[in-house]
């Protein structure tokens, strides 16, 4: 049970990224801009669940998934210019866009998932 309030903690936050359309403002496509939060946040906790179970630190893992954040955001924004440049023709451009942006929301769940852990854990040190 212990394991489940960090996840819980992390999809209370998304689910406020989520109201706020928070990706929308950050340059997701309108269309799918909520979409990407409701299929990345789901998968980002069950990966950083699933982690805890390894003797990797929790501030080890956050950091991770900080970069990994970090690196599909910044696909998700070159696809978008790509496929911006191609008129919307570059339809590989255009899926980057998308999945990078599902991927930055997995990372970033991952990510609050993994220091909600790490405070949990400092809190009964």
Sequence with gaps: MRHFIPAIFALLVMAIIWFLDLPKF??????????????????????????????????LRMVGFAIL???ALYVAHAGKTQFAASYA?????????????????A??????TSLFQ???????A
């Design 89 to 105: 023709e570059d339809a590989l451009a255009g899926q980057m866009w998308y999945f990078g942006w599902i991927a930055g929301m």
């Design 26 to 59: 950050y340059g997701a496509h309108p269309w799918w801009s909520m979409k990407v939060v409701l299929i990345g946040a789901p998968i980002g906790v069950v990966v950083a669940l699933g982690l805890a179970m390894t003797p990797l630190k929790p501030l």
């Design 69 to 71: 954040t970090g690196i």
């Design 118 to 124: 790490g405070i949990i854990a400092g809190i009964r």
């Design 107 to 112: 990372a970033l769940a991952a990510m609050l």
